[in-house]
């Protein structure tokens, strides 16, 4: 028998006892890798889930018909029921003006309404605006398609020249392509504090 019979010879013993150590040493790994993997659920928030129809962390986006940018967000939202409004907990909005200005929104809970371009806050909502307006109120109802909203009850507030008590507000344009306008009325009552003013 030559060498090359001999070498040949050997790879026949060799190598299948070669590839019978690599495929044990496979299986020794396999069983060292941690298959109890928790989910950051319990089995209650599953079912919760799956009875309500929970969604975490839903978010709009949309753009109004002049070009300006709508964001909406909550930390949950349920799809509701036959004969109950889906509703979001922890409500945010933002609305990005043409002019650089920015309105955000917040509120304990809310509903949006893509088909009807509706948005509604609801309970603590608070209203601050870029310019220094800081508003709070029960309930604001909101468009998606152009930048509005209004109060139907009384609305506290804080600006540049003071403190206001209001039994309404409502917010947009005078005029189609015009800025947006907060206005205020139903026995607007003004605390007005010149030091404010004066920054």
């Given at each position: ?16 006892l ?14 060292s890798?941690?298959t109890?993997v928790?989910?950051p ?5 599953i079912?919760?889930r799956?009875?309500?129809q929970v ?11 002049k ?13 509701g ?20 200005g ?7 809970s ?34 998606l ?14 600006g ?5 008590t ?30 404010k003013?004066?920054?």
């Open positions: 028998m030559d060498g090359h019979s001999r070498r040949v010879q050997f790879f026949k013993v060799v190598l299948p070669v590839a019978i150590a690599m495929l044990s040493t496979v299986f020794l790994l396999s069983r890798i941690e109890n928790s989910v659920f319990n089995q209650q928030d079912d919760e799956l009875a309500d969604v975490t962390q839903p978010n709009y986006q949309g753009t109004t018909r070009g300006e940018d709508v964001q909406i967000e909550a930390s949950r939202a349920t799809q029921t036959e004969g109950e409004a889906p509703t979001a907990a922890e409500f945010r909005g933002r609305f990005g003006l043409l002019n650089g920015v309105i955000t929104l917040d509120s304990n809310g509903m949006i309404r893509p088909d009807k371009n509706t948005a509604t806050f609801v309970g603590d909502v608070v209203i601050t605006t870029t310019d220094g307006i800081v508003v709070t109120t029960d309930l604001l109802n909101t468009a398609d152009e930048i509005q909203g209004d109060t139907p009850g009384q609305v506290d507030g804080t540049i020249i003071g403190d206001f209001a039994g309404r507000m409502t917010f947009g344009t005078e005029k189609k392509d015009g800025p947006v306008h907060i206005i205020f009325t139903d026995g607007v009552k003004l605390v007005y504090e010149p030091q003013a004066e920054r």
